[in-house]
């Protein structure tokens, strides 16, 4: 019973957590990403579509990898800026999270 409460309290936790991490990222893909990706992450703004950013749910964003995710946001890509040095490395991957939930 003690394990099971255990358990219980321990996924309740990391559930809480991933949220937070959301927020977090929803947070910083609205100040650094928005304005080219769009709200949506279709890249349906006046910015997204002048550097033809991809939406998100683009096939080939799709097979994209988490760290394949984090990498373009960290070196950049095309017309799209590099974020090394401007966001931490903890900031980048709560983004990466935030757009996984974009593309469902």
Known sequence: MLKRITVTCFVTLLAAGTVS????????????????HGATGMADTPAGKSTKARPFNDPEVMKMSEADLINVTTNG?????????????????????????LQK
């Open 21 to 36: 991490f959301a927020q977090d990222g929803a947070a910083t893909y609205k100040s650094k990403c928005q304005m080219c």
């Open 77 to 101: 890509h095309n017309k799209m800026p590099a974020y090394k040095g401007k966001l931490t490395d903890a900031q980048i991957k709560d983004v990466v999270a935030y757009i996984k939930t």
